[in-house]
């Protein structure tokens, strides 16, 4: 296994892409996975977002590495949604040693509309850090863990 053998990663934007790759990768190197998407549909976006079935995938991906996955259905822009993914995952698998803040969306043009604008704003940037400020407080109390925060 490797450096991360026992730890627990949650991880934003999990159903797929970046955020599955990550998963993965962490799962092979012997963590577990709280996993979390949005899996609903955004009216700004120009193309479709993770769906539930996404994240099932990803998380029946991570327990066939032999490892243990906890994947919630949360919106990064909303705290109360964040706070309680974040319980049940603890709650099921342990305290978090890793956040990936990886939940994000993408602007296609300069023509795009406010409400496009906004969405991108608050999911890739205020919801990275409604995710740090819903983890990273645990971590620095107990001594240990680190945080990723990725954009494309």
């Known amino acids: 296994m490797g450096r991360v053998e026992g730890k627990v990663a949650f991880i934003t934007g999990a159903a797929r892409g970046q955020g599955r790759s990550h998963a993965l990768l962490l799962a092979e190197q012997g963590a577990d996975i709280i ?3 949005m899996c609903k549909p955004l009216a700004s976006a120009r193309y479709e977002l993770a769906s539930s079935n996404d994240l099932a995938d990803t998380r029946k991906s991570v327990e066939a590495l032999g ?50 604008w906004q969405d991108t704003i608050d999911i890739n940037l205020t919801g990275v850090f ?12 107990r001594g240990q863990g680190g945080a990723i925060v990725l954009t494309s």
Not at 76 to 90: P, W, Y
């Open 67 to 116: 490892r243990r996955c906890v994947s919630v259905e949360a919106d990064v822009r909303d705290e109360d949604q964040l706070a309680h993914a974040i319980r049940e995952g603890i709650s099921e698998i342990g305290p978090i040693d890793i956040v990936i803040a990886n939940a994000g969306v993408a602007l296609f043009a300069v023509d795009e509309s406010h409400e496009a």
């Open 130 to 141: 409604n995710t740090l400020e819903a983890v990273v407080p645990a971590m620095v109390e």
């Open 35 to 37: 996993a979390l998407d």
